[in-house]
């Protein structure tokens, strides 16, 4: 599967239907997605991709936590230090969630983790901000696509599952604060906006990136996506995948416009 080449050929793709969101228009569950844990898990092959997802999804928000934790450290008021600390502990309570749930399914939440740490951790350094704005659109664009896929993904999910990764996908406010910042910013030098949009450009392709190393260097997820289990998920087709990309990029161009950048 070469998501990598699916993703940059969708940025050029032709405009796709209107949809509420980057998931795409609902449809009715089939197969996995109509049925619940207790059902689904009853297949091995479905149980180790539902593990390595929430083991992918809970150190991505423990690494949210740290980031956030971090970039406050460079806010430059109090009020903006409070504001990502209250943003920080969100983010925690989202890893809490996720290690919960591994955990009450037998899973130690530390071994579902380990595979993802260093390409994470990869990730956070290859795109370590060099300030204030910087971070704010990290957290905005980076964290956004990020949370774009695992929406798509959740799609596929028994409906337990589902609901757990799309309730620790919410919105800790983060989007609302960076765009009233970022824009404050850019009306009071108007050249900040030139270096923020190439940084914003950087980060989608690091994240679409990232997207495909998540899955593709783990055999039960991509199978869960690409194939189907045992016969009870559709998974995504190789012109699904385009779609897929197609509606990230596009939500990713509507969140470049909210901020005021060039996409």
């Not at 609902?26 to 898990?41: K, L, Y």
């Not at 809490?96 to 990869?122: G, H, N, Q, S, W």
């Not at 910013?185 to 495909?212: C, F, N």
């Amino acid at each position: 599967m070469r998501f990598m080449e699916t993703a940059e050929n969708a940025e050029n793709a032709e405009n796709t239907p209107n949809t509420e969101s980057a998931t795409g228009a609902e449809e009715q569950p089939v197969g996995i997605a109509a049925q619940d844990w207790a059902t689904a898990a009853a297949s091995p092959q479905y149980r180790a991709a539902v593990v390595d997802l929430l083991g992918a999804l809970a150190y991505g928000e423990l690494a949210a936590f740290e980031r956030l934790a971090e970039d406050a450290k460079l806010a430059p008021t109090l009020a903006d230090k409070a504001e990502l600390a209250k943003m920080a502990s969100a983010e925690f309570h989202h890893f809490e969630r996720l290690r919960d749930r591994l955990a009450a399914v037998d899973v130690d939440p530390t071994e579902a983790m380990e595979p993802f740490a260093k390409a994470l951790d990869d990730f956070h350094r290859q795109t370590a901000p060099s300030d204030w704005l910087e971070g704010l659109v990290k957290a905005y664009v980076g964290d956004s696509i990020a949370s774009d896929f695992y929406r798509e993904v959740a799609t596929h999910l028994d409906s337990d599952t589902r609901s757990l990764v799309l309730g620790v996908l919410d919105d800790t406010g983060h989007g609302n604060f960076a765009v009233e910042k970022v824009r404050a910013a850019i009306e009071a030098d108007p050249r900040v906006g030139g270096r923020l949009a190439l940084w914003a450009r950087r980060l989608m392709g690091e994240a679409l990136s990232q997207a495909q190393r998540v899955v593709a260097e783990r055999d039960a997820l991509s199978t869960m996506l690409v194939g189907g289990v045992d016969g009870m998920a559709a998974g995504f087709d190789l012109a699904a995948v385009g779609e897929m990309f197609t509606r990230i990029t596009k939500a990713h161009t509507k969140r470049m416009a909210a901020l005021g950048l060039a996409a």
